[in-house]
């Protein structure tokens, strides 16, 4: 998918397994809002050739950042250009809380700055963005 630079833009996820019944999820914007608790969050995704690029994990209902991704450079230098960034968290909500992965990146990629798809076979379905939840208290 396109990954677009200038502002923090949302990682595209659109299915949910396991148990869920501390959440709920909105295909249309990302958000994922969780019931009042403590939450270990753990996330990744991939990019290709986006130069300086970070992802974030941001409280939408609060308006606040909840933790920073540590940034890396992605390039083509040498031929390699794709890089999987991760993000880790434990945090603590008092309330229905939307939360929303993001990223922002340097270098706008039109078709596959979101993961490259290998190609390889085209009846399996390939993952861009992987978000795990834990519901601790």
Same mark, same amino acid.
């Given at each position: 998918g396109q990954a +677009?630079? &200038?502002?923090? &833009? $949302?990682i595209p996820l659109n299915? /949910?397994? *396991?148990e869920s019944w501390f959440l $709920?999820?909105?295909?249309?914007? @990302? #958000? /994922?809002?969780?019931?009042? *608790? #403590? @939450? +270990?969050?753990t996330a990744s995704a991939p990019f290709y050739d986006t130069g300086n690029t970070q992802l974030m994990l941001y409280n939408e209902t609060d308006s606040v950042v909840l933790t920073p991704g540590i940034p890396a @450079? /992605?390039?083509t230098f040498e031929g390699i250009g794709?890089?999987?960034?991760?993000?880790?968290?434990?945090f603590t909500v008092t309330k229905s809380t939307a939360i929303c992965l993001k990223y922002?990146?340097?270098t706008t990629q039109a078709s596959n700055g979101l993961g490259y798809p290998p190609g390889i076979d085209s009846g399996v379905n390939v993952v861009y963005g992987l978000v795990k939840i834990e519901k601790l208290k």
């Open positions: +677009t630079s &200038g502002s923090w &833009g $949302s299915t /949910i397994e *396991g $709920s999820f909105n295909t249309s914007n @990302y #958000q /994922i809002t969780l019931d009042a *608790g #403590q @939450y +270990t969050y @450079y /992605i390039s794709f890089n999987t960034l991760r993000l880790e968290h434990t922002r990146v340097e």
